[in-house]
């Protein structure tokens, strides 16, 4: 199951869980569209994955599969385009 990560990893901004500008690598980096697409060029600067959209969890799933709470967060930010 996604954990459904509450935030960017890069600009820190809010990504509820049925925000369409969530965007995961296979090991689920969380970043908003705009850095993902924009700042790392939808790769993940973690681990060089492919970032895709997070596919929303309908809001009557949630209820028993609470998204996590545990805000992560690059404490130097994301540098455009830098290779892991
Ligand atoms: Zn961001
Ligand atoms: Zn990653």
Request: with cysteine; hydrophobic share 30%.
């Amino acid at each position: 199951m996604l954990q459904l990560r509450p935030n960017c990893e890069c600009c820190d901004r809010d990504l509820p869980p049925d925000s369409r500008d969530a965007m995961i690598c296979s090991f689920e980096c969380t970043f908003c569209a705009d850095c993902a697409v924009g700042t790392l060029s939808g790769i993940c600067p973690n681990c060089s994955g492919e970032l895709v959209r997070r596919p929303v969890r309908p809001a009557a799933k949630l209820q028993g599969n609470p998204p996590s709470s545990q805000r992560v967060l690059k404490a130097e930010g994301c540098a455009p385009g830098k290779a892991a």
